[in-house]
């Protein structure tokens, strides 16, 4: 896509010299290898996208049986017990998978309860799933130590639902959060202002502190989502050509999304967008909310798996959609209609009365919506 586009692409690592110019220290070829040589580039406008990295615990040993999530794409073998630390996305979407290959899993949070983007209900169903891949489930619970030897892993752990003595592992995957690299590219000599996190605070433009530098993407916040960084990265472009071309539509663009949607890629898939149910309560807003069972869904139980549910959550006062959850198979690709829909300021009578193909998952959508209008007649009427 750059080439079609005649972008000059230069491989390396990147540093800011001043606010109009970049040191970059050459890579060779396709690789990540320095060569040992280095290009200056001039820039009028420059768009940081620097991304983020896996954070690390400092006492884990260095050892090829521990990896990040880039490592636990590189698959040598299948272990036969893994330990997953971090009950995040990222680590259950890795559990999923190494847990289909044959390996038994443990899986220690320290917080509360896995997976903390969406609301509870739909965690719930995706745990009823899920709990013959694990073997431990620790939340409230933290990794303390580890020590490599030649039978595994031994990972010692303190907490609420720690076992007593160490365990060893095949292969640990530390999935405990990612980190900006705000503080890896020299920004400070461009005048860019960096946080204590490493994150670069922008404007709704996406500019940074120095107005001719923008920045997008995990280095700029949360959520770290590709999809949110490629919408932040299109309002950076059109800005800056919008300034370069004295284009006032473009220079007027902003990154003003009302909902950003979350996906987890396990089995079952589990996506949500806007508000959650317990967000909305936080912020004092009074909603009601309607779900639909799978069970109640012909191509669920069609397709053998009617464990799912969709979910909307509306505000009480003007019925418009503000967030929605679904549980279930393609459950990242229904989430789009909810996105829509909110985005679009639609209530429950707008997706309610808009007609949905049949036997669809997509469908019960429709019907949560149905549900929330009190006409919907898959469920049993609502007694009176």
């Not at 001719?212 to 770290?224: C, K, L, N, S, T």
């Not at 009074?286 to 053998?304: L, Q, T």
């Amino acid at each position: 896509m750059a080439k079609g586009r005649k972008v000059e692409v230069v491989r390396g690592v990147g540093r800011f010299l001043d606010p109009h110019h970049l040191e970059v220290s050459l890579c060779s070829g396709t690789g990540l290898e320095l060569t040992g040589e280095k290009q200056v580039i001039r820039f009028k406008q420059c768009v940081i996208a620097a991304g983020s990295q896996p954070v690390t615990l400092p006492f884990m040993p260095d050892d090829p049986r521990i990896v990040d999530s880039t490592g636990a794409l590189e698959l040598k073998t299948v272990p036969k017990r893994m330990l997953v630390v971090g009950g995040g996305i990222i680590g259950l979407e890795m559990a999923t998978v190494y847990s289909a290959l044959g390996a038994r899993i443990d899986v220690v949070e320290r917080l509360d309860g896995l997976m903390q983007g969406p609301d509870r209900d739909l965690v719930k169903v995706w745990e009823q799933y899920n709990h013959p891949r694990f073997d431990r489930v620790m939340v409230n619970t933290r990794t303390v130590s580890a020590e490599a030897s030649e039978q595994g892993i031994r990972v010692t752990f303190d907490g609420e639902q720690a076992p007593a003595e160490p365990q060893c592992y095949d292969l640990v995957l530390v999935a405990v959060g990612r980190k900006p690299n705000g503080d890896r590219i020299g920004a400070d000599k461009a005048g860019v202002h960096v946080d204590e996190r490493g994150f670069i605070r922008v404007d709704k433009q996406m500019r940074s502190t120095v107005p001719h530098i923008f920045a997008i993407g995990d280095i700029v916040g949360q959520p770290m989502l590709a999809h949110k960084a490629v919408h932040e990265g299109h309002v950076a472009a059109e800005v800056a050509a919008g300034e370069a071309l004295n284009n006032p539509e473009l220079a007027c663009s902003h990154f003003d999304a009302l909902q950003i949607p979350g996906v987890a890629y396990t089995n079952p898939e589990v996506a949500w967008a806007g508000l959650t149910q317990l967000e909305a309560k936080a912020q004092g807003i009074k909603v009601e909310v309607a779900v639909f069972p799978w069970a109640a869904s012909g191509r669920a139980i069609a397709n053998g798996r009617d464990e799912g549910l969709t979910k909307l959550v509306f505000d009480a006062d003007t019925r418009r959609v503000i967030g929605g959850g679904i549980v279930g198979t393609g459950a990242g690709d229904l989430i789009s209609e909810v996105c829509l829909a909110i985005e679009m300021g639609a209530d429950a009578l707008d997706i309610g009365k808009t007609l949905h193909p049949h036997p669809t998952l997509g469908e019960t959508v429709g019907m949560a919506a149905e549900v929330a209008l009190g006409s919907c007649t898959d469920l049993p009427a609502r007694r009176r």
